[in-house]
């Protein structure tokens, strides 16, 4: 049996329905050791500022950051692109723990928040909806935080969404410029919150739209359509759990590193992530709805069909006894041999039903 369902796999009989194929759990098992491979190019940017000017600094390697360190300015360091040499690398410039670096290399982690040796650590996914494949799509992005310093790791270059912060750091009165490192990390973290707002408002718009194609052609390609968004509200829910946790555990953190102006910002993007995961669940429950309502739709229409070949074959149920009973071999019947039996036998078998729908369409039966 195992080795026909294998078979019947390669077949790709899935595809005939148009039904998308499942996709590979979101998270690694603890115990597995999946290898991150070397991105082919690395792009190193600072943003070295105080409250009166800023330097944006592009390095041609990690080893340049060493003087960014200990200057009394506040100095973010976004390193778009991983590489095993340059994490470990510049973690070892700023005092970050090696198992820090281990978490900043993995694969497909759930999102986690760690204080470590005077440094504070927090890896989050970055949503995008790729409006495509109308799928959910994750960006793994590391945040090392530190006295006067923040270092932001990046798998894809391409998609940013904290260039809105890199704006507000030109302007000179802004509070990034006038706060700490802390700030700063609060700021990418409510970045990152509200991307989630984005998304969920494009898989919302897909949920009203499956719900008109549902209402107006129920077939087994919606079916496959609807199943399709409960997956990416299943990695979307995947997401905003262990960030509420994260953001909860920043508000009940006494670190040196979080100052007590900058806490209650973390209320805020703690009642964001909330938010987000009560709108999760009502569009989680409008998907359960949608597929009752495909279910009621398809029953519905085989209820019709069945009344429909139900009337024809009541319809056709008086010829099929009148036929019967004429052509029964007996050389006595009844008008048998009369010359107008032929036609009194078919005026017979058209007036029955026609008698019969009458009788139904009075009954309200159709």
Request: glycine content about 4%.
């Amino acid at each position: 049996m195992r080795s026909r369902n294998r078979y019947i796999h390669y077949l790709g009989i899935e595809s005939l329905f148009g039904i998308p194929k499942t996709r590979k759990a979101p998270y690694n098992l603890p115990v597995s050791i999946i290898q991150r491979e070397d991105a082919d190019s690395v792009k190193i940017i600072v943003n070295d500022y105080t409250a009166s000017a800023i330097d944006k600094i592009k390095l041609q390697s990690f080893e340049e950051s060493h003087r960014f360190k200990d200057n009394d300015h506040v100095s973010w360091i976004n390193i778009d692109g991983l590489r095993k040499t340059d994490v470990e690398g510049i973690c070892k410039i700023y005092g970050v723990h090696p198992l820090i670096a281990e978490d900043i290399l993995s694969l497909n982690q759930r999102p986690k928040m760690d204080e470590v040796e005077g440094v504070m650590y927090c890896l989050l996914n970055m949503l995008y909806f790729n409006g495509t494949t109308c799928s959910v799509e994750q960006e793994q992005i590391s945040i090392v935080f530190g006295k006067n310093f923040v270092i932001s790791f990046q798998e894809d270059a391409r998609r940013d969404a904290f260039n809105p912060i890199r704006d507000k750091l030109i302007i000179s009165n802004s509070k990034l410029r006038q706060r700490g490192s802390d700030y700063l990390f609060y700021s990418m973290l409510d970045m990152i919150v509200d991307n989630y707002f984005v998304v969920m408002d494009k898989l919302g718009e897909r949920i009203e739209w499956l719900e008109d194609v549902v209402i107006k052609v129920s077939t087994e390609r919606s079916l496959s359509r609807i199943n399709q968004v409960r997956k990416e509200l299943n990695i979307l829910k995947r997401n905003i759990v262990p960030v509420r946790e994260i953001v909860n555990s920043f508000l009940r953190s006494e670190s040196d590193l979080l100052e007590d102006r900058t806490t209650k910002y973390f209320k805020d993007v703690y009642d964001h992530i909330v938010q987000a995961f009560d709108i999760t669940e009502s569009y989680r429950d409008m998907i359960m709805g949608l597929q009752d309502l495909y279910i009621n739709s398809v029953n519905l229409r085989m209820n019709q069909v069945m009344k429909v070949m139900a009337i024809v074959t009541c319809l056709m149920a008086p010829a099929t006894v009148i036929g019967g009973i004429f052509g029964m071999n007996f050389e006595s019947i009844p008008y048998l041999h009369t010359r107008y039996g032929f036609f009194i036998a078919v005026a017979l078998m058209l007036a029955i039903p026609v008698w019969m729908l009458r009788g139904f369409k009075r009954k309200g039966w159709f």
